[in-house]
């Protein structure tokens, strides 16, 4: 049995195994403000298990958008795939001179010829390696997005599985894709205590409303529906009034895999429609924040960026940014927007500025288009209005990796109007919490989620499983961890180890030149209200969520 980092050196194909070492670790190996691009940059791939909220990897990066830290956790089979390699985790260093590809076979890395793959969707390069291979491998790998160093590039794994944002370090480094073929299943700690645990949250899925909606179809990435003002983001942000034409069970129609997208886990949240895997916010990317109102077309364009390795937040995000602008496409003009999307992918034409996010192409474009580039840190805005969700929106700004959709559980859930009793019970709030409201008490309930799901991230702990709204709850996922891993956890260990790598993301982010000063949101947050809905009026008052900003900061005990 192997253990420790699996180092890979694209320059040299050498490859060697160190002690183990946390992501942030292998990244504070480099120099300060080395360039995301350099050859010294590492990829640091960490690894998943074949058990109830374990299956999904991290990968870790410099970011190219931020240039602070950028991660990604990965749902689908590679991640168990990763630990049957025995490895703790895989490092990628140095650059190709030519195409290359990694291929780890029963643990025994390789560096191979990707000349023949340079060019190719991700679907078309997984049948390719497939039938190179075999059928018995699992396949991580960019599309023309990565190659062409799009900034939003997606690493896709096993056709449909991204690493969000994660492909332009891979094309940097001329790295084609990884290739895992074989390899031992690590041994299960306590097999006796992952069954109880697994059965109990197993038996509880119906009975909560999230779980339930999570497991039954059409599953959580078909949730985008009409009545959200305020929650969903619409348009840019610039209103937050939108109509659909289609529903949650319009998808049904369209549903291709119901379950085992992640082998072992029995919340089967991932599902797959006209063949693809659909995540939590291609919906609303497509159909709210561009206008597109018809399903199969909203699919379709899901299905284009899994093939593509292009993450569909950030091109909505550049779309809707020129969708804005007098001479840009309209929302809602399918083949307009379709058309710029390619030429983004491709690097050409009109989408050469837009590939590299849009607050670089603002920067490019002149002053007057920056009111219309919503970003965090350079990073475009998730579909989850901050003006409705104040509590998610203060760690959008605050979160060292930006403005991620999963730092913190939404202000909805907490509602009393729209909230789950159950929910509200399990987080301590006898009343809930106003949604559109930031409250001293908000802020404390922010600090305490952003260090409880940062200690599941550190854990490997899936959030889509996790307290306080789904049916772990802290012991029992402290017991998941140990009954697996064989590593004593507790809830207190949790959340010690979710505060101290928050804590070493920051420190990253300030030695690689990000500062306070990038703990904010657009303007247009703090000056144009919802203009409808349940929610209408709300608005982020600045003094208050600056003042927010420096609290959420003490509370998690930094200094800057």
Not at 21 to 46: C, K, M, N, W
Not at 74 to 102: H, K, M, N, Q, W
Not at 275 to 298: C, E, K, R, Y
């Amino acid at each position: 049995m192997r253990n420790g980092l699996l180092r890979i050196d694209l320059t040299t194909g050498e490859s060697r195994t160190t002690p183990m070492a946390s992501p942030l670790d292998v990244l504070l190996e480099t120099r300060p403000r080395t360039p995301v691009y350099h050859v010294d940059q590492p990829i640091v791939f960490g690894t998943g298990r074949r058990a109830l909220a374990m299956t999904r990897f991290t990968l870790t990066a410099k970011s190219p958008l931020s240039g602070g830290v950028a991660e990604s956790r990965v749902e689908g089979p590679f991640g168990p795939a990763l630990g049957d390699t025995g490895y703790g985790g895989i490092v990628l260093t140095g650059r190709s001179a030519a195409p290359c590809y990694v291929v780890i076979q029963d643990g025994e890395p390789r560096i191979l010829d990707a000349s023949d793959l340079w060019g190719l969707d991700t679907y078309e390069t997984t049948d390719r390696l497939v039938d190179r291979h075999g059928d018995d491998i699992h396949v991580a790998t960019i599309g023309p997005a990565g190659e062409n160093m799009v900034r939003f590039a997606s690493l896709i794994t096993d056709r449909g599985y991204a690493a969000a944002r994660m492909g332009a370090v891979f094309g940097a480094k001329r790295c084609k894709a990884v290739v895992v073929i074989g390899g031992t299943a690590p041994d299960i700690a306590d097999p006796v205590a992952l069954a109880r645990v697994t059965k109990d949250y197993t038996a509880r899925i119906p009975l909560n409303p999230l779980t339930r909606t999570e497991y039954e179809p059409p599953g959580f990435g078909a949730w985008p529906a009409a009545g959200l003002e305020g929650y969903l983001g619409v348009r840019n942000y610039s209103t937050a009034q939108v109509r659909f034409s289609f529903g949650p069970s319009d998808f049904n129609t369209h549903l291709t895999q119901l379950a085992d997208g992640c082998p072992g886990c029995p919340q089967d949240c991932m599902k797959s429609f006209d063949g693809s895997p659909l995540h939590q916010q291609a919906v609303a990317a497509f159909a709210s924040n561009l206008g597109i109102d018809d399903l199969p077309t909203v699919l379709d364009l899901n299905t284009r960026c899994l093939r593509w390795g292009v993450d569909p937040v950030s091109l909505s995000g550049v779309l809707a940014f020129v969708c804005e602008m007098p001479r840009g496409p309209r929302f809602g003009d399918v083949g307009a927007l379709t058309r710029l999307a390619e030429d983004v992918v491709w690097r050409s034409g009109n989408g050469v500025v837009l590939s590299d996010g849009v607050a670089r192409a603002a920067k490019t474009l002149g002053r007057h288009t920056v009111p219309y580039a919503m970003h965090c840190k350079g990073i475009e805005m998730c579909m989850f209005d901050p003006r409705g969700n104040q509590g998610l929106a203060l760690s959008y700004a605050v979160h060292p990796l930006g403005p991620r959709y999963d730092g913190v559980e939404h202000d909805i859930d907490f509602d009393p109007v729209w909230g789950e009793e159950l929910f509200i019970a399990n987080a301590g709030l006898p009343a809930g919490i106003p949604m559109a409201e930031l409250t001293p008490s908000k802020v404390e309930l922010v600090a305490s989620l952003m260090e409880l799901w940062s200690g599941y991230d550190a854990m490997g702990v899936c959030i889509f499983a996790a307290p306080p709204t789904r049916n772990l709850t802290e012991a029992s996922a402290a017991e998941l961890v140990g009954a697996v891993t064989g590593v004593a956890a507790t809830p207190a260990s949790v959340r010690a180890a979710g505060r101290a790598r928050l804590q070493a993301m920051r420190r990253y982010n300030l030695r690689e030149g990000l500062s306070s000063a990038d703990d904010t949101l657009p303007d247009r947050f703090f000056t144009l209200p919802v203009d409808g809905g349940r929610l209408a009026g709300a608005i982020l008052d600045r003094p208050s969520f600056e003042g927010a900003v420096v609290r959420l900061r003490e509370l998690l005990g930094w200094a800057h």
